[in-house]
């Protein structure tokens, strides 16, 4: 089935320490995109890729690094210069961004700080 | 700038009950315009999108969507709830111009269903 998985589920940090998300998609989508989600906040961009090793900062990037080696894989590393990581990571992409392209998303990974 | 306003963050309905969620848009142009339904723990679905063409848009699981210009509006409809609808909701607008710009979410309003 095509779709967009991300691991973990649930992923714990403890003080310091990087964690990395992982987002594969197998659409044959260009853009990539990952969003923060917090109560009550909504979708906040973290960072978007719009084809191959090129990626632009979104709103709140700070503390925060991506890579697009590949065309399906988008992972996102939460580093420790970010204080307050706790959050629900969604991750998303579409076939292109010149155009109204219908974003699609995957399931998820919350992150918790032990 | 431009921004997605959803001004009800909570809405409870009875189930069989009609519902209304409200989306409001500012921008300057003609936009794109989405509604995503998440469950809890889970990712976003598409419910409807509008593009251009007939501004009265019909989606998945029952819900339909207006796309009035003149209100800057694109309010989310639905007839009967049923439980299953209880969820959070997002609408969405995008893109802003001719350049590369990502889909921008409004701040999302819970439903819950009672009996």
């Known amino acids: 089935d095509g779709g967009i998985t991300q691991s973990p589920k649930y992923l714990f940090r403890k003080e310091g320490q990087n964690v990395t998300l992982s987002c594969e998609q197998n659409l044959n989508h260009d853009a990539m995109y990952w969003y923060r989600q917090d109560p009550g906040q909504g979708l906040r961009l973290i960072y978007y890729s719009q084809i191959v090793n090129d990626f632009q900062k979104g709103d709140i990037a700070e503390g925060y690094s991506v890579s697009r080696e590949k065309k399906e894989s988008f992972p996102l590393t939460v580093t420790s210069a970010q204080k307050n990581p706790t959050a629900f990571y969604l991750c998303?992409?579409?076939?292109?961004?010149?155009?109204?392209?219908?974003?699609?998303f995957g399931p998820g990974t919350r992150l918790l700080v032990l | 700038a431009q921004s997605v306003t959803q001004p009800d963050i909570h809405i409870t309905v009875s189930e069989g009950a009609s519902l209304e969620l409200r989306c409001n848009y500012s921008y300057g142009a003609t936009p794109y315009l989405f509604w995503y339904v998440q469950s809890p723990g889970q990712g976003l679905q598409l419910l409807l999108k509008?593009?251009?063409?007939?501004?009265l848009v019909q989606g998945i699981k029952g819900f339909e969507a207006e796309f009035k210009r003149s209100q800057s509006s694109f309010n989310l409809r639905k007839p009967s709830v049923h439980w299953s609808d209880a969820a959070e909701y997002f609408c969405a607008v995008g893109p802003w111009n001719s350049g590369n710009t990502p889909l921008v979410f409004g701040k999302g309003t819970r439903l819950s269903v009672i009996a």
């Open positions: 998303a992409s579409s076939i292109g961004i010149r155009t109204p392209e219908t974003q699609y």
């Open positions: 509008y593009f251009s063409g007939d501004t």
